[in-house]
T-cell receptor, first 110, second 115 residues
Framework: GENVEQHPSTLSVQEGDSAVIKCTYSDSASNYFPWYKQELGKRPQLIIDIRSNVGEKKDQRIAVTLNKTAKHFSLHITETQPEDSAVYFCAAPARNKFYFGSGTKLNVKP | KAGVTQTPRYLIKTRGQQVTLSCSPISGHRSVSWYQQTPGQGLQFLFEYFSETQRNKGNFPGRFSGRQFSNSRSEMNVSTLELGDSALYLC??????????????FGEGSRLTVL
């Protein structure tokens, strides 16, 4: 989406390695930043989200960090497993619209 | 609790026709939003409804419209179909007390092919 930039578009890692996906947003008023995972042929599902009043949130092997000053947030997956292979989307609200990043296709090689 | 249900799952139309897609949200969810997913453009926001009112709208032409009924079920309509409208149309529901502040629960989508 024009207000959310996501990088990289594809990411290939070895099982057990870490993966990091980054997003930048343009609206400084944005206050909610979710990450969605979409497995092939399935619907997107929320995996973690963060609100603008915190800088980091963790849930087992997944963490999200937020830098409000720089207007970017990142998804960190540690100890990657083959089942982490999917497309990951970041998102952010902006001016009463909701923008998704263009997606990152993560491939975890066994 | 039943998930978000979208119908039909697949449909084929020709240019110039119109199409109506339906979305039944999770019971108790009052917000329904719609998204267009294409390989080239990713997930793009169409519009969001809350308590039968369109609360937010994306950057799509007027051929794309929607509505929400008193039971929170929603429909979206695309008129004068174009080849570029071929896509997976996803709807999502949420509790929606605030705008964009909670988890979106997606349906499986309606895959539209325009010939």
């Amino acid at each position: 989406g024009e207000n959310v930039e996501q990088h990289p578009s594809t990411l290939s890692v070895q099982e057990g390695d870490s993966a990091v996906i980054k997003c930048t947003y343009s609206d400084s008023a944005s206050n909610y930043f979710p990450w969605y995972k979409q497995e092939l042929g399935k619907r997107p599902q929320l995996i973690i989200d963060i609100r603008s009043n915190v800088g980091e949130k963790k849930d087992q092997r997944i963490a999200v960090t937020l830098n409000k000053t720089a207007k970017h947030f990142s998804l960190h997956i540690t100890e990657t497993q083959p089942e982490d292979s999917a497309v990951y989307f970041c998102a952010a609200p902006a001016r009463n619209k909701f923008y998704f990043g263009s997606g990152t296709k993560l491939n975890v090689k066994p | 609790k039943a998930g978000v249900t979208q119908t039909p799952r697949y449909l084929i139309k020709t240019r110039g026709q119109q199409v109506t897609l339906s979305c039944s949200p999770i019971s108790g969810h009052r917000s329904v939003s719609w998204y267009q997913q294409t390989p080239g453009q990713g997930l793009q926001f169409l519009f969001e409804y809350f308590s039968e009112t369109q609360r937010n709208k994306g950057n799509f032409p007027g051929r794309f419209s929607g509505r929400q009924f008193s039971n929170s079920r929603s429909e979206m309509n695309v008129s004068t179909l174009e080849l570029g409208d071929s896509a997976l149309y996803l709807c999502a529901s949420s509790l929606g007390q605030g705008t964009w502040d909670g988890e979106l629960f997606f349906g499986e989508g309606s895959r539209l092919t325009v010939l």
